[in-house]
């Protein structure tokens, strides 16, 4: 299996996945080396080794591997992105997309508090945003996540025609 080698080449990182074998076949393990700088060689992922950026980074590459090699109905992925510098949490947004945009991919979850902004979305996906707490607020209408999507993207709008305006003039 690769680990999304594309992916880890293209954030300057390199990955294997080897099975270790043993006489006791309750004892066989996978082991999934990783490269995050240069000067290094291949290291096998462990939770004293590699921060967890490097270790969200490589379950979540580890895990798509698997959704383009086995069959399942869904799958679900809680904060993978937690921990992740800029560059790796975008390059694990894009190959998400890649991977479960296809016609023929299964459903994929990605619950998180945080996304970078000017993602790219395909038209197959869907974004539900959940505002979950004790707090309502007293004003009607305050909080409406519709309206506040709406807005932001009125006002994306209307920076665009501005720029073109400014540019056309």
């Not at 937690?82 to 694990?92: L, N, T």
């Not at 459903?107 to 993602?119: A, N, R, S, V, W």
């Not at 945003?129 to 004003?139: A, F, H, I, R």
């Not at 409406?144 to 006002?155: K, V």
Request: charged fraction near 25%; glycine fraction near 6%; charge should be negative.
């Amino acid at each position: 299996m690769n680990l999304r080698l594309s992916t880890f080449a293209g954030i300057g990182c390199a990955g294997e996945i080897r099975i270790s074998p043993h006489d006791d076949y309750d004892k066989w393990a996978i082991d999934i080396l990783v490269k995050f700088r240069d000067n290094e060689k291949l290291q096998l992922l462990t939770g004293q080794r590699q921060s967890g950026g490097e270790r969200s980074l490589t379950t979540i590459l580890y895990l798509m591997s698997l959704t383009e090699e086995a069959r399942t109905p869904f799958s679900l992925v809680d904060e993978i992105n937690q921990g992740m510098d800029q560059r790796a949490e975008r390059a694990v947004h894009n190959s998400l997309v890649e991977v479960t945009c296809k016609p023929d991919s299964a459903q994929y979850f990605l619950i998180t508090p945080k996304l970078l902004p000017d993602l790219d979305y395909h038209e197959r996906m869907k974004v539900l945003c959940v505002n979950n707490g004790e707090w309502l607020p007293e004003t009607p209408g305050l909080g409406n996540m519709n309206r506040m999507i709406e807005n932001f993207i009125q006002l994306n709008r209307d920076r665009v025609s501005r720029d073109r305006s400014s540019r056309a003039g």
